[in-house]
């Protein structure tokens, strides 16, 4: 099983960025998706869930109303669309995939892509 996420750059605040999660050997719409991050000196955080067929997605507050989590079935990818990017949005961005448990809880994702690193300059 492989998660590929891409999609990371410089943004300036106000900006845009849309983030991709490619998974290999897991089909994604039997299981649930999520995108964390890690803000240098900070402790990896949840950012948003999609779960398996669509059928929810979860936000953490500070990115409600600016970012929308996706699927596309077909083509085994989950997007993490982010717009107003601000300074504080800045991190490493890593995809994970869940058949079960908790979806803010990092512990209950199994298998983990390598961080897309995002920075947003003020």
């Known amino acids: 099983v492989q998660l590929q996420a891409s999609g990371g750059g410089l943004a300036q605040a106000g900006g845009s960025l849309k983030l991709s999660c490619l998974g290999s050997g897991i089909t994604f719409s039997s299981n649930t998706v999520g995108w964390f991050r890690q803000a240098p000196g900070k402790e990896r955080e949840f950012v948003a869930a999609?779960?398996?067929?669509?059928?929810?997605?979860y936000y953490t507050d500070s990115v409600k109303d600016r970012f929308t989590i996706s699927r596309d079935n077909a083509k085994n990818t989950v997007y993490l669309q982010m717009n107003n990017l601000k300074p504080e949005d800045t991190a490493v961005y890593s995809c994970?995939?869940?058949?079960?448990?908790?979806?803010?809880?990092?512990?209950?994702?199994?298998?983990w892509g390598q961080g897309t690193l995002v920075t947003v300059s003020s």
């Open positions: 999609i779960r398996r067929s669509g059928a929810g997605t």
């Open positions: 994970a995939a869940q058949d079960s448990g908790t979806y803010y809880d990092s512990s209950f994702y199994r298998y």
